[in-house]
């Protein structure tokens, strides 16, 4: 079992900066890839980014594509999304999710995933 919980959400105004971090704990988070979604109000949760389990690879979505960035740090047993230029349509809640086959996109292949963190973006 690998419990997630993730921190560092809140209300920022438009073209502002978050920092998001997942910590883990239960197994290592060296073992598994990682993905970062969101699930804004009335829509569907959406892939953001997802990254392997060295670190060196990693995938975003179009829609933040050079304005958010996905690292980890293994040793932490933590995962990040630096978020910039921050859009109100960047709302959501932010969901980090464990997974044990590097498959970004797919959200049944992840296996844990954390509550979220609410992200509030003004205009």
């Known amino acids: 079992q690998v419990q997630l919980v993730e921190s560092g959400g809140g209300l920022v105004q438009a073209g502002g900066s978050l920092r998001l971090s997942c910590a883990a704990s239960g197994r290592t988070l060296g073992n598994y890839a990682m993905g970062w979604f969101r699930q804004g109000p009335g829509k569907e949760r959406e892939f953001v980014a997802a990254?392997?389990?060295?670190?060196?690879?990693?995938y975003y979505a179009d829609s933040v594509e050079g304005r958010f960035f996905i690292s980890r740090d293994n040793a932490k047993n933590t995962v990040y999304l630096q978020m910039n230029s921050l859009k109100p349509e960047d709302t959501a809640v932010y969901y980090c999710a464990a997974q044990t086959y590097y498959d970004p996109l797919t959200q049944f292949t992840y296996d844990y995933w954390g509550q979220g963190t609410q992200v509030t973006v003004s205009s």
């Open positions: 990254i392997t389990r060295s670190g060196l690879g990693a």
